[in-house]
């Protein structure tokens, strides 16, 4: 079983500052401690459920981990669950044209996660289904490190 320490190894706190999330009720909170930044899928009443604004904040936080100059990029989710994939509470309410835009953007972005120039890392616990699969497996070189959970 690994465990993820209490602190930040290797930041200071002076190092270690919260980059773009402005509130606990944003879909992503976004970290960088050092050359690290963490992304934090945070919709963990839904299980972290990708939705239009998720996808569409995962792109622009990727793109910007990509030109920062960051070494590690690591994705996690808060509460129980990793990524439960599409999130398809409000299918009544999307037409088609909504439904397929959403899923050729989260195929541009599990596409920028394959191709970013720096390492990435998915901290997967609980579930993660579907397109929350395709997070994890999407890394060129991915490694399962664990001992539970994370059923994909």
Known sequence: MVRRPAGR???TAKQTRLVMSRSVADPL???QAGAVIELVLNRPD???ALDAGLVEALL???AR???SGARLLAL???GRHFCAGFDFSDLD???D???LHRFVRIEQLLQALHHAPLTTLALCHGSALGAGADLVARHPSPRRVGGGGCGA
């Open 93 to 95: 309410q999307q037409s």
């Open 60 to 62: 622009v936080a990727v």
């Open 46 to 48: 839904k299980a972290n």
């Open 9 to 11: 190894a290797g930041a």
């Open 65 to 67: 981990a990509a030109n």
């Open 76 to 78: 996690r989710g808060e």
């Open 97 to 99: 044209g909504d439904l």
């Open 29 to 31: 909170l976004i970290q």
